[in-house]
Nanobody
């Protein structure tokens, strides 16, 4: 069982930055792929980024602006978001999976979500 708690969301102006954190419980954290997804009002949940030790992947719309990293010693993943745009506004969810994937249904554990709002 893995419990995930996100933090770091908030309101920021376009062009600004935020860093999301996802703290995980459990001693097997390093064996999991970690991902971030987001869901805007009226839209489906979409993949943002995922990471395992050898691979980090991003959806095209955030490449060059977002950076995903993990600190296995702290059981934490970080999503650094720079050059934020109004279209990045969504609830951001952290998730854990047994294998690397860009598909939400592959993830077994989810956090409660954190709101990111980017004003124009």
């Amino acid at each position: 069982q893995v419990q995930l708690v996100e933090s770091g969301g908030g309101l920021v102006q376009a062009g600004g930055s935020l860093r999301l954190s996802c703290a995980a419980s459990g001693r097997t954290f390093r064996s999991y792929a970690m991902g971030w997804f987001r869901q805007a009002p009226g839209k489906e949940r979409e993949f943002v980024a995922a990471i395992v030790p050898a691979i980090t992947g991003y959806t095209d719309s955030v490449k060059g602006r977002f950076t995903l990293s993990r600190d296995d010693a702290k059981n934490t993943v970080y999503l650094q978001m720079n050059s934020l745009k109004p279209e990045d506004t969504a609830v951001y969810y952290c998730a854990a999976a047994k294998v690397y994937s860009m598909v939400a249904r592959a993830y077994d554990y989810w956090g409660q979500g954190t709101q990111v709002t980017v004003s124009s």
